[in-house]
């Protein structure tokens, strides 16, 4: 299999001096006392939500001291669309990499694939492994070696908001062409768009595609399919969503427009996740919670589709802590941690033992949500699939503000991936 950005020989070259260049994490080699006691720092990236999530994590990361009084963590939260390049940076360099870094679960194949990971198999990081959910463990293993344990499972739904709903008298959509006449009534009884469509991400667009029967591409055959006809169909589908007012757009700084124009009641829908909640709950129109609805994606020609996406914790194999960094791993995954975050931020866990407990059991979004993640759509577990998003995003905003046409936009998103992908058609 082709390896991403880095040569066969870097990663070669790279497995020689991981171990003499490791992390800047400060800690003795091995990580323990004489007595075998932990110790020495581990120095974690975690990629959460600024100003919600990260409080949360932190704590919780901080607390692995309660349990080994002579480990210190150190926190660092690294913005998330900076975190993939980053770390591999630093890991080709030898110099800077974290410890333990909070992977999305795409990125999990291809830094694997770099050598920049270590594996898991019959490591502490790994206990209990059978509890963990089928679809959230299988994005951490490549090549037959596990090198991630998964933290955290979501997937997609409407996010809507009530009180808009019940004054202008409209049902939530489940299907694209009720999302548009929904959408009509809701501008015409507020004078704003019923649905803030984040145009700068292309993570936002998969909804769309998996509804009209499409996918990026399919690993198994390694046949590109994302400008096939059901790909051109879904490129459509979201141009005339904005074309027709139903949704308005962005081209930049997508996240912070659509969440601002959710919380202030300046639209009705947005498009989101699980790790969206705590920040929605902070906005003036969500004082009161249950203000907030949440339903599936509307069902496109196909069907209802949405992705499923997530975070895995990965050790640096570079790491010169490798005993405290499986323990934390194995501590920040574990279910007594998982239901913290679960009860703290309504982020979906990956255990199937934390959902029969009563705080997660009876969270109302935690509850709609795993059925969504149950039937959510996987994306292909190897290295490139992260490198998928860029040329996509691409196209993407140049459809929905009208620089290209879907059938060109789709074209080139072909065209860029059979560059990336050159055994495959």
């Known amino acids: ?42 120095t974690w ?21 309660k349990k080994h009084p002579k480990v210190t963590v150190k926190y660092v939260n690294v913005p998330f669309g900076e975190a993939q390049n980053k770390f591999k940076n630093a890991a080709q360099s030898g110099s800077g990499a974290p410890d333990v870094i909070r992977s999305e679960v795409a990125w999990t194949p291809e830094f694997a694939d770099l050598g920049y990971l270590a594996p898991l198999d019959g490591t502490p990081a790994l206990k209990e492994s059978d509890d963990f959910l089928e679809q959230a463990a299988a994005s951490t293993k490549y090549n037959g070696k596990t090198y991630a344990v998964p933290q955290v499972i979501d997937s997609m739904g409407i996010f809507y908001n009530k009180k ?38 292309a993570y936002w667009f998969l909804s769309f595609l998996y509804g009209e029967g499409g996918d990026l591409v399919d690993a198994e055959k390694k046949t590109i399919t994302v400008d096939n006809a059901a790909g051109v169909k879904a490129f459509k589908v979201v141009k005339d969503l904005v074309d027709s007012g139903a949704a308005k757009t962005d081209a930049t700084d997508g996240w912070n427009n659509m969440q601002t124009a959710f919380k202030d009641g300046k639209v009705a829908m947005i498009i989101n996740g699980p790790w969206a909640v705590s920040d929605t709950h902070a906005g003036k129109e969500f004082t009161d919670k249950a203000n907030l609805g949440i339903a599936p994606v509307p069902a496109g020609s196909a069907g209802q589709g949405a992705p499923q996406g997530g975070h895995n914790l990965a050790v640096y194999a570079g790491s010169k802590n490798l005993a405290a960094s499986y323990a934390f791993t194995e501590y920040m995954t574990s279910a007594e941690t998982q239901a913290t975050v679960a009860k703290e931020l309504s982020l979906l866990p990956t255990r199937q033992s934390v959902y029969i407990k009563p705080d ?21 577990w190897i290295p490139e699939t992260g490198s998928l998003f860029a040329p996509l995003v691409t196209e993407y905003t140049k459809v929905l503000t009208g620089q290209t046409t879907p059938d060109a936009g789709a074209k080139a998103t072909g065209d860029s991936y059979r560059k990336l992908l050159k055994d495959w058609k």
Do not use: H
């Open 1 to 42: 299999m082709r390896r991403g950005i880095a040569t066969t020989a870097l990663v070669a070259a790279l497995g020689v001096t991981l171990a003499a260049c490791g992390s800047d994490s400060g800690s003795n080699g091995g990580g323990s006392t004489t007595s075998g006691e932990l110790s020495g720092t581990v």
């Open 45 to 65: 990236w975690d990629t959460s939500t600024v100003g919600s999530e990260d409080k949360v994590f932190k704590k919780v990361a901080e607390d692995f001291k």
């Open 164 to 201: 808009i709903f019940k004054e202008a008298g409209v049902a939530v959509p489940k299907t694209i062409d009720e999302l548009k006449t929904v959408s009509a009534k809701i501008k015409q009884k507020t004078g704003n768009p019923g649905l803030y469509l984040r145009g700068d991400d």
């Open 360 to 380: 997660v059991a009876t969270n109302e979004m935690i509850t709609f949500f795993k059925p969504v993640v149950d039937k959510a759509v996987e994306r292909p």
